[in-house]
């Protein structure tokens, strides 16, 4: 490695838009079609082959695609859905949009997934969901989700908006399930920029969503219209499906790197005695079931014994050119959550995560030498701030 790139500052995410992506978008653009059409139809077309036939549809963004699902669920004012602090603010913001009541129970810390036994002591006679979130791309026990589901007769809202190719079992997150939701933001593991999609199972929800997605317009023959259920503008325009769909067609290798670099990093880990510093690494795997697309590769610092805290180690990190990130802080102490009743305590496992957890850099073009810098200058800065 060249002393300049040595130097180089490593950001924690960066998205691989290539020659192709690009080639894409300016075709769309000169095509005279530029909002939704033929790209997004293409879109939905290629998800729905790579999750086994379902229908899907594509939205705006993963928040959107969410806000869609709970309204296709019917779920509205009075009604409960239980999910987990430990999430980007949009899962629970949306049960908000729709006038429900988010339940927030505590997570595993191992997984740092929801604790599906916590979800079942929620459930009240007013629960009509489940919104599970799979942390960094590692599915929860979803043979377990589903017979709870099946149990108390309740819908399943999977946030997978960090789990495109993802498994469970060796299938596909998405390939099976109630109503799946995956992001395709900048961040995530193959993007549109911003984007989203649902997975569904019924023929007459898909088409509710669809109608959902723009103003709830039906269309009959050349000039008939009509609204008979008010939706809102959150339809994919082709623009962003064109980038979608030459970023979906790299899938495969863009999983398989991400994996070869969590082996990396599993070793360079323990090269470097992160665990001895008293630093939690990842799951590499929950069991031989659930096997995850390596969305982030998240570790979780002993905040209390760091001078300056989480923060600290943040800082001197970036100084040394490593970007690291927060996924995330846990949500339930938000003012505005707190001002629904929720504070310190409550959910003790997930408020210790929120405030030691960090993400390192993870993205397909980082290189093992990468990785090892992330580690060393990692176990270097702790070893000068914890006390
Ligand atoms: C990215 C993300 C979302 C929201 O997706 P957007 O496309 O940014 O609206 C929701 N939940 C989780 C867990 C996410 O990571």
């Known amino acids: 490695m060249t002393a300049t790139a040595a130097q180089a500052f490593l950001p924690f995410v960066k998205p691989n838009i290539d020659a192709d992506a690009i080639a894409e978008v300016g075709k769309v653009l000169a095509s005279g079609w530029i909002t939704s059409g033929p790209k997004m139809h293409a879109f939905e077309a290629a998800l729905s082959e790579l999750f086994g036939g379902r229908h899907v549809r594509t939205f705006a963004n993963g928040s959107a695609t969410m806000e869609i699902a709970l309204r296709v ?77 099946r149990k108390h007769d309740l819908r399943v809202i999977e946030d997978a908006a960090q789990a495109i190719d993802s498994r469970w079992r060796g299938q596909r997150i998405g390939a099976f399930g109630d109503l799946v939701s995956f992001s395709f933001q900048a961040n995530k593991n193959i993007t549109s920029v911003e984007g989203g999609c649902l997975v569904m199972n019924s023929p007459e929800e898909a088409e509710r ?15 008939g219209m009509d609204v008979e259920e008010p939706g809102g503008k959150f339809n994919l325009t082709d623009v962003n499906a064109a980038i979608g769909l030459s970023q979906l067609a790299h899938l495969d290798s ?97 408020e210790r995560i929120g405030r ?32």
Request: proline residues 6%.
């Open 254 to 350: 863009i999983t398989a790197r991400r994996a070869e670099l969590a082996e990396t990093y599993f070793r360079c880990a323990a090269d470097s005695g992160l665990a001895e510093l008293g630093i939690e690494l990842p799951l590499p795997r929950d069991g031989d079931l659930a096997t995850t697309n390596w969305h982030m590769f998240q570790v979780v610092l002993p905040a209390e014994r760091i001078e300056g805290g989480r923060n600290a180690v943040m800082e001197a990190m970036r100084e040394r050119g490593v970007g690291t990130g927060v996924h995330y802080p846990a949500l339930h102490l938000f003012s505005y959550y707190r001002s629904l009743g929720w504070r310190e305590g409550m959910l003790p496992h997930a």
């Open 73 to 149: 669920a019917n779920i509205g004012p009075g009604d409960e859905v239980i999910t987990t602090p430990i999430t980007w603010v949009a899962t629970a913001n949306v049960v908000i949009t729709v006038g429900a009541r988010p339940v927030f129970v505590d997570i595993d810390p191992r997984t740092r997934n929801i604790n599906l036994d916590a979800v079942e002591a929620a459930i009240t006679p007013r629960t009509r969901a489940i919104m599970p979130v799979y942390l960094s791309g590692l599915p929860v026990d979803m043979d377990r989700l589903y017979a709870i589901a």
């Open 209 to 223: 969503a669809e109608r959902l997605r723009l103003q709830g317009v039906i269309r009959t023959g050349m000039d």
């Open 356 to 387: 030691g957890i960090v993400t390192l850099p993870m993205f397909p073009a980082m290189q093992a030498a990468d990785v090892e810098r992330v580690c060393a200058t990692l176990s270097e800065t702790c070893k000068r701030l914890f006390k």
